[in-house]
């Protein structure tokens, strides 16, 4: 029999028992922010469940995991104590236990509205890396910047190539995103361009939230990764490929991308998410040993990119695509980026890089839909070859089958003007 919840789920809702997953919210502008877990409409408060001493497991209950301001303490504790947090939730939510569902005090004390909550940035994000893992994203953009010769280069098919990231400028969606300012290639023999970017861009990502991490100087091993992933998020990588194209040689993405990085509120577990796991893509050649995983995976995440004009009161879809498009695993980015002895921490976050697929409509990205401005959009009347000012993205994510959906709801951003 299915796991069925006390509490009314719609069909096509992303939050059904299965999922559960975790977020950070204020109930009210003055509260202090507590942590959460979405259950159809509403959101779970964990900091109520942990002071009625509900989480009474070995692990969780002599801890005050659930009464910090953010995640980082619970996702350090690793897949054991995640795994019995788990359990202990589906329980209480469940449609036979009466502990929360006759308890009308403490339901009224711990299940609000989604809509009535204010959502945070989940974790406390020490540092951001960003991966560059699509292997059609890679093709396009090699053939729009250095032609059909060598559009992917040599390194890209035996590592998981990536930048490190500014972790400061990683909002919460919903967060408006101001125009970057900076330089652009010079015209003839004039100076560089310098104003608002003419060429700003979302990128299509994941990204994993790293959960236990690791010493300095001490590799993770590629089997032993995903017990070092506490889950998945939506992330738009916004980019000004104007400001990236002058400044990325020799050193790559700088001011092109530390302007603003958004992230969905609620972190999918990797557990919620093992029934829609895939075989990966099959790597030519093999990598070496360190990057060879025992039985390579990806999930099967369909994602989805709206954008509504400024002109508009509609969203118009732009492109579809999913998250098994991947060429690098997300084990394999951890893996790789610990073999040099980096550590990592609890929290920390790693974007996929943007998520391509096979087929012109599942670009990741407008410089890849509108062939760098070569091919505008059509957007309800409108037509796109970059972002304009009061311009609104907004991405989805979902695994559908078994009888329910795994979601991870919407990452949204506005493009508001530079300043004067």
């Keep these: 029999m299915a796991l069925k919840s006390f509490i009314e789920v719609r069909p096509d809702s992303h939050f059904p028992i299965q999922n559960l997953p975790y977020g950070v919210f204020k109930p009210e502008t003055v509260s202090s922010p507590r942590p959460g877990v979405a259950i159809g409409d509403f959101v779970l408060d964990l900091s109520e469940i942990a002071s009625a001493g509900l989480f009474d497991g070995p692990i969780l209950k002599s801890s005050d995991c659930f009464l910090q301001p953010n995640l980082n303490k ?18 209480l939510l469940s449609a036979t236990e009466p502990t929360l ?47 059909t010769q060598n559009p992917i280069l040599q390194n890209w098919f035996h590592l998981p190539v990536a930048y490190h990231g500014r972790a400061s400028s990683i909002v919460i969606s919903g967060t408006d995103i101001i125009r970057p300012r900076g330089q652009g290639h010079p015209t003839g023999n004039s ?64 001011l092109g991308k530390s302007f603003g990085t958004t992230v969905s509120p609620w972190i999918v577990t990797l557990e919620a998410l093992e029934p829609f796991a895939v075989d990966a893509p099959k790597q030519d050649p093999p990598p070496l040993p360190y990057l060879a995983e025992k039985v390579p995976r990806n999930y099967d995440v369909s994602l989805e990119v709206r954008i509504k004009p400024a002109e508009h009161t509609d969203s118009c879809v732009v492109t579809r695509s999913n998250l098994k498009h991947l060429y690098w695993t997300l084990t394999q980015q951890l893996a790789h980026h610990t073999i040099n002895g980096c550590n990592l921490r609890p929290g920390d976050l790693l974007g996929t890089g943007t998520i391509s697929g096979p087929e012109p409509e599942s670009r990741g990205c407008l410089l890849e839909l509108t062939w760098n401005g070569q091919e505008p959009l059509s957007l309800n009347g409108a037509t796109r070859k970059f972002l304009e000012d009061g311009d609104e993205v907004i991405f989805s994510g979902s695994c559908k089958g078994n009888g329910y959906n795994i979601g991870f709801g919407t990452c949204s951003g506005k493009i508001v003007p530079s300043p004067p």
């Design 74 to 91: 619970f996702v350090a504790l690793g897949k054991p104590a995640w795994k019995e947090a788990r359990a202990t939730l589906q329980k």
């Design 101 to 147: 569902r006759d308890n009308a005090n403490l339901r009224q004390k711990s299940l609000l509205p989604v809509d009535k909550v204010q959502f945070l940035v989940p974790v406390a994000i020490g540092d951001y890396t960003d991966f560059f893992s699509s292997m059609h994203h890679t093709k396009n953009c090699g053939i729009i910047f250095r032609g």
């Design 191 to 254: 100076p560089p361009y310098f104003g608002p970017s003419l060429k700003l861009d979302f990128e299509l990502e994941m990204a994993t939230i790293v959960g236990p991490g690791n010493e300095l100087g001490k590799p993770i091993d590629i089997n032993e990764a995903a017990d070092h992933i506490f889950g998945l998020v939506l992330m738009n990588d916004w980019s000004a490929r104007d400001i990236q194209a002058w400044e990325y040689v020799p050193l790559g993405p700088f």
